[in-house]
């Protein structure tokens, strides 16, 4: 036996996997990972796997990366946690100085926690909780675009759209407000991006100009909607959406999870529309890969809203355990410094139009809808019809068969249903991005061609994302 089958069978033992049907696993082997080495990932029998899709959206820097090793170790001689409430220390200190530095004018406030979803849940709490403060407690509800994902706690996923992941949990989550994506995609042919994220925009409009006295919050994606696809739009949608937030007088909550620290091509995609949220959401990236930590940054109007005698009970009475924690905290400050220190937001531009040329031919395959880009992420949506855009049934899991065939070849690429997608670290080569393309073409032609039969469950979900 291998070790990579010993390691397999002690974990299937014992463990239950995030978003997996664990049954796949009898035929789909699981792979034990050994050790990493910047965009490479290394199993017990010696074979490695380039990370296209950053472990995760999470590892920008690369795997074992020395910078941000040698931070966590000095960290670690020092102090490796405490708690927030009533106390602090220096690396909290300096990292939330930072972030308010390096953050869109007016995010003055940064509140810590565990993960992107809890921090979701903060922004959503926050905004509910400041019109109560405000004399406004009729602002309860959220409005967010279809097609989008937030995360996995119930708050969180309320305000998501994705129904593999929502439709089982309906009964326990909140009513919200769920406005036509401006994912341009589906836009008219020979109409811009631009003027199609503009006219999707009226949707926005009159929701919160029928509604604005019962919204609490506008929550989006800014730019790229991950799990929903890698369906991407134009800046200026938000600029529109902060516009008629203003004038509404509701919240603006940006969730750059997935897309802060330079992916969208700027830092924040917020850049890219010249304007501040209310509340932005940062997680992922921020620790280069390395450990949980999610941050909200608000705003000082927001923040004096809590601000008052105890006994009025305006405080924001929410906490995680591990908030703040010091060696996360050396991690983002580690990864903070390489973005500065190495231009990387300037060099990632060399990168990203590699990524263009090595993908552009994909664009004339027969069975391929689009190729779409937004700086250092890349997604090919494969479909059954490319004239009509008519996608493969979920069921075939043609994704699935690109996933199989790039692990042979030696690359990790988990596409979303039938969208194939590139997220790399930041560390990648030009020689490896064209490796990855030429890995995603073989991929893709393989689970194109493949003649596949399914019967079609009644009430399966029309936008199911096949997790392998």
């Excluded at 890698?230 to 949608?237: G, Q």
């Excluded at 994704?399 to 670290?425: I, N």
């Excluded at 890995?439 to 399966?460: F, K, M, Q, Y």
Aim: proline residues 5%; negative net charge.
């Amino acid at each position: 036996m291998s070790l990579n089958d010993s390691w397999m069978q002690r974990d299937l033992a014992v463990l239950w996997h995030p978003c997996t049907q664990m049954k796949d696993h009898e035929q789909l082997p699981l792979i034990p990972i050994r050790r990493g080495d910047g965009v490479w990932l290394e199993d017990f029998d010696g074979k490695r796997y380039l990370d296209a899709v950053s472990s995760w959206w999470v590892n920008v820097f690369g795997h074992a990366n020395q910078r941000i090793n040698q931070r966590i170790k000095d960290q670690l001689d020092q102090l490796e946690h405490v708690m927030l409430a009533g106390f602090s220390h220096q690396p909290v200190v300096e990292l939330s100085e930072r972030l308010v530095q390096i953050t869109p004018p007016g995010l003055d406030r940064v509140f810590y926690t565990d993960n992107g979803s809890t921090g979701i849940e903060v922004a959503l709490k926050m905004s509910f909780h400041y019109w109560r403060n405000s004399g406004q407690p009729n602002k309860q509800r959220f409005v967010t675009l279809t097609n989008s994902y937030h995360g996995e706690t119930v708050a969180a996923m309320s305000v998501g759209d994705v129904a593999l992941f929502t439709d089982t949990y309906k009964p326990l989550l909140l009513d919200t407000f769920k406005v036509p994506s401006p994912d341009c995609y589906l836009r008219p042919d020979g109409m811009s991006w631009e003027e199609h994220s503009r006219n999707m925009f009226a949707h926005m409009e009159q929701t919160l100009a029928d509604h604005h006295r019962e919204i609490a919050a506008v929550i989006v994606e800014p730019l790229i909607q991950g799990a929903g696809g890698m369906r991407m739009y134009h800046p200026i949608y938000l600029q529109l959406l902060r516009d008629a937030c203003d004038r509404y007088d509701v919240h603006l909550i940006h969730d750059e999870i997935a897309v802060g620290f330079g992916r969208t091509g700027t830092m924040f995609a917020c850049e890219q529309a010249g304007i501040t949220p209310d509340f932005l959401c940062l997680s992922k990236a921020l620790t280069g890969g390395y450990l949980p930590m999610a941050a909200v940054l608000t705003t000082d109007k927001l923040y004096q809203a809590f601000y008052d005698d105890y006994s009025t009970l305006r405080a924001f009475l929410h906490s995680h355990t591990y908030t703040g924690n010091p060696l996360a905290c050396a991690a983002a400050l580690a990864t903070l410094d390489i973005f500065e220190q190495d231009r990387v937001i300037e060099a990632n531009k060399t990168l990203a139009a590699r990524m263009a040329t090595a993908t552009a031919h994909l664009a004339d395959h027969p069975q391929v809808a689009e190729v779409r880009q937004t700086g250092m992420a890349v997604a090919i949506e494969m479909v059954a019809d490319k004239a009509s855009k008519t996608p493969y049934p979920w069921q075939e899991r043609r994704g699935l068969k690109v996933y199989q065939h790039a692990l042979q070849r030696g690359a990790l690429l988990r596409p979303l249903g039938s969208v194939v997608y590139f997220l790399p670290p930041y560390t990648i080569t030009e020689e490896q991005i064209d490796f990855l393309a030429e890995v995603a073409t073989e991929g893709i032609d393989i689970a194109t061609r493949a003649s596949v039969r399914v019967a079609v469950a009644p009430g399966a979900p029309a936008n199911f994302h096949d997790p392998g």
